[in-house]
């Protein structure tokens, strides 16, 4: 098995913390070098104690879902011998009330538009192919929010030559 790491980190920079007036800015640091600013929604928490400029924890869970999705995705396209030329997902998350009561993101839904360069697989094989994926992704099998793949943006590019 592997182990993934992330460091988050906040300061306080002002604010009156006790009274529940302080930034949620952060910074998230990971293993590669990247740093991405950090904060809560501000459809959670208000400005100016959130930065909208910030990534926040929902979204976070969103792209790295979508993120998995795309993955097994285009390896099990190689795989099928397609030639991928782009993918892209908008995919959308949703915070509600779980059956338990507690807020959590119950729905997931990603929208993946995928180009190929060459000849592309008829909808029966590309449903094979996004089912697969997400069969194989180790996100969506640590979730418990329903997980939905709509095919709903599909272009396809040939080459010529």
């Known amino acids: 098995m592997s182990a993934h790491r992330a460091t988050v980190e906040w300061t306080a920079a002002g604010g009156a913390f006790t009274e529940n007036r302080y930034s949620r800015a952060h910074s998230l640091r990971f ?18 104690m959130s930065d909208p400029a910030g990534v926040d924890p ?6 790295s879902a979508s993120s ?21 997902d908008d995919a959308v998350g949703t ?6 009561g ?18 592309a697989p008829d909808a029966a094989a590309l449903e ?14 640590s979730l418990k929010a329903e997980i939905v793949v709509e095919q709903r ?7 010529f030559g």
């Open 95 to 100: 915070l509600g009330r779980g059956s338990d």
């Open 128 to 141: 094979r192919l996004h089912h697969e994926a997400h069969e194989r992704c180790f996100i969506a099998s």
């Open 31 to 48: 293993d590669g070098g990247a740093v991405v600013p950090g904060s809560s929604s501000p459809q959670v928490v208000p400005e100016p």
């Open 58 to 63: 929902e979204e976070l869970l969103v792209a």
């Open 68 to 88: 998995c999705h795309m993955l097994w995705f285009l390896d099990l396209a190689r795989q099928a011998g397609l030639d991928v030329a782009s993918y892209r």
């Open 102 to 119: 507690r807020l959590a993101i119950t729905r997931i839904v990603l929208k993946p538009r995928v180009e190929f360069a060459g000849e």
């Open 153 to 159: 943006y599909l272009r396809f590019r040939h080459r």
